[in-house]
């Protein structure tokens, strides 16, 4: 295999990218604007002044032709300006968001952590035990979890820990400072019930996986050649079994990092977090123009450069893909 | 992190999580904070509560309930209410008005200081904020509603003058507000936002950013405002009223959450109930019964007619609409005695209320016979109500009425949901045939109802409801100087106009909430006045 093919592969990649952005900031511009609601008249409440609202519109271009309002708004982000916040009179979006991105990078982030650090050794442990009470036992455990919705989930999560056992707050956000400049909120025991809610379902989607890769791993020559030499069985799962299994599950990962920039909005909304997720709920019923192209802007971006990772990581761990690709190019 | 909906039975859950915690490595420590200490993690002294995220701190810009709860505590003016709705002395300490009603003049306090501790307010301090809240470049949706009485501000609104001519400085401690006719609410008008006092030097300096700092003079200052997270307030330190505040910080968390469950868990201090919760709370066996309170607010929920055009211009057809809506069980049975039912236009609490109102009661066989006068049900076929509706749907108290037009009526009523902006706009130009809507007090006096709202020349009036007799009362009332008449003036009018049924007034609004006991002072208030320098913590 050389790394001839895998370069111009990820080249042709990245063009795609800047054009899927474009499209998805079009679209999103055009919905806003084109859609129902106006965010002046949500400002200005019932209280009418006419000539003031049409002031506002003046100095927020919102007089203007489509074009031009989104090639301003566009030209701005090029620059590093994602505009201005209706929600927040006259912040800077990047001010309101960027506290929040934090916030929804730093939980999901742990979870992330946690969702691979469990859901991997559960996988191997269910495929080891194929055939006994065991496998089934914790895969269909596993999928309970990721049965119940986030809104079932979270009411039973406060009702026994905070309620009954009294050993966690309900939910909210207290960040710790640390080094003086650091904010980590995720050194509360505010997180547990946010992480155990976003950790538990996720459970079941990489323990899977990780068992029928385990699984497949297991069937193969090279793991009867290490058995038959006589190896430790600790030895085999983990040089032999473990290295050729997770290589898949890697792919995974991708995209859920997306989770990291996105936020959920029903967690977020239930438990008090002020992140990305409890900010979208906002941004939507303010007509947050601004923000919602922000929203937008970025989640859109960590889809593609997450989508782009996999399949890089595809081309990189199966020649097969990029060859496949420069055929059809 | 996938999260895939469906369902499963909680027992199971509630020990498998007890598993998953351990996994986590944070299981923390059953702790019950000692009697007479606050609870971990908070300061002696601190409050804790919900609250929502303003829109601003501009105490000109702000249109909202919730972004005033914060700058009635940092900011304050000439004249406040007190916690009983009265008129009194702010930063004002006295003031004369004119034989004529016209001009007033206000005698400031001296040594009223900014909280930043850096100079005196005086009077020029006033006159630099009111026409900075009339500039139109400042963008204030409002002013023009709260000053626009003021001699001269209009000319400035629109440029052609460069001050307002009726907001004299006297001297530094003397202001003198001529205003364009003997309106004796004007100076209600004064205890809004609109008309606090703001340091010049700051907004200034930084006109777009100052707000996330605000230099104020009120009994609180802010000490933190994480957006989307939290609202911190210290007091001020050179606050000058007595009582001065007690407590050494008030926290609102801005993030949303499960409020009562919180509360239940002495995360906050005060929480409020809604509709899932009430018969819970109400319930005398439950222990959250006795830190249970309801306050009635200054506010009428409503549905509205366009009287412009057929078939609602006809006043049988709109009293047949009324008379066939069982207010009762609307507050009783689908809002269960969360609200009171509406007789009128005015709610109970403001100035000239009139418990003796004759409002249109429910009585189906009389609407049936007047809308059979008018033409029976066939004349309503198609028409729309429009609302903003409640969560993304029409929301419980309207599938209510429409299902009762129908039952009592045998009309049906379409609905039609719109978000809140779109709604204002329709309503803007009249483009509805119903719509709901509640208006919520600005300032204590029956004008900020019955005027704004039904005058034939108000900007307010989606309805387009105009009847001479009502505008010539309203007319006469705006300039009346003794209150009783006055009163009566405006209850002569709100009985016209119930009769007339521009509106069918449906409920007004009570404050419903939770406060545990160590919390003294901290009471409901109607409408939005600055009461926590009035609260103590008495753990």
Known sequence: ?329 | MVIRPGTRPLVLLAALLLAALAACGRGGSPETPPAGAPPPGRQSGELRLFGADPVTLDPAVATEVASAGYIVEIFSGLVTFDRDLRIVPDIAERWEVSPDGRTYTFYLRRGVIFSDGSRQVTARDFKYSLERALDRRTGSTVALSYLGDIVGAREFRGGRANEVTGIQVVDDFTLRITIDAPKSYFLAKLTYPVAFVVKREQVEANPRGWTRQPIGTGPFRLREWRLGERIVLEPNPHYYLEPRPSLSRVTFLLAGGSPLTSYENGEVDIAPVGLNDIERVRDPRDPLNREFQQVDELSTFYVGFNVRKAPLDDPRIRQALAMAIDKQALASVVLRDLVRPANGILPPGMPGYNSNLQGLPFDPQQARQLLDQAGGPSRLAGLTLLTSGVGGTPGPIIDAIVAMWEQNLGVRIEVRLLDFGTFLTEVDRGNFDLFSLGWIADYVDPENFLDILFHSGSENNHTGYANPEVDRLLEQARVEQDQGRRMSLYQQAEQIIVRDAPWIPLYHSRDSFVVKPYVRGYTGTPFVVPHLRYVTLQR
Do not use: C
């Open chain 1, 1 to 329: 295999m050389t790394r001839a093919g895998l370069w111009p592969y990820i080249l042709r990649r990245l063009l795609w990218a800047p054009l899927v952005l474009f499209l998805v900031s079009l679209i999103a511009f055009a919905l806003g604007r084109f859609g129902p609601g106006d965010p002046v008249r949500v400002l200005a409440g019932q209280h009418r002044d006419p000539e003031v609202i049409e002031e506002i519109r003046r100095e927020r271009g919102l007089d203007e032709n489509f074009f031009v309002q989104y090639g301003r708004y566009m030209a701005g982000v090029l620059h590093g300006d994602l505009g201005t916040s209706f929600r927040y009179q006259g912040l800077p979006v990047w001010e309101v968001i960027k506290p929040r991105l934090w916030v929804t990078f730093q939980y999901n982030l742990v979870a992330l952590v946690l969702v691979f650090a469990l859901g991997i050794p559960a996988g191997v442990w269910a495929a080891l035990h194929q055939g006994s009470w065991r496998d089934p036992f914790v895969i269909g455990l596993l999928l309970a979890f990721a049965a119940i919705p986030v809104l079932v989930m979270v009411p039973v999560l406060q009702f026994v820990f905070a309620l009954k056992l009294r050993w966690l707050p309900v939910g909210g956000w207290e960040p710790r400072e640390l080094f003086g400049f650091l904010e980590l909120g995720i050194l509360s025991k505010n997180i547990v019930i946010p992480l155990l809610a976003l950790t538990l379902p996720g459970l079941a989607g990489v323990a899977r996986l990780v068992r029928a890769q385990v699984l497949e791993v297991l069937g193969e020559d090279y793991v009867r050649t290490a058995r038959a030499k006589g190896l430790d069985e600790f030895v085999v799962v983990t040089r032999h079994v473990l290295r050729n299994a997770l290589l898949p599950v890697a792919t995974l990962m991708g995209f859920a990092l997306v989770g990291l920039l996105s936020g959920s909005i029903f967690l977020e909304t239930l438990l008090g977090i002020p992140g990305i997720g409890s900010y979208a709920v906002e941004a939507v019923n303010a007509r947050d123009y601004d923000g919602i192209m922000a929203l937008v802007l970025l989640t859109g971006a960590a889809f593609v450069v997450a989508n782009l990772v996999v399949d890089v990581l595809y081309a990189f761990i199966d020649p097969r893909v990029r060859l496949g690709a420069e055929a059809h190019a």
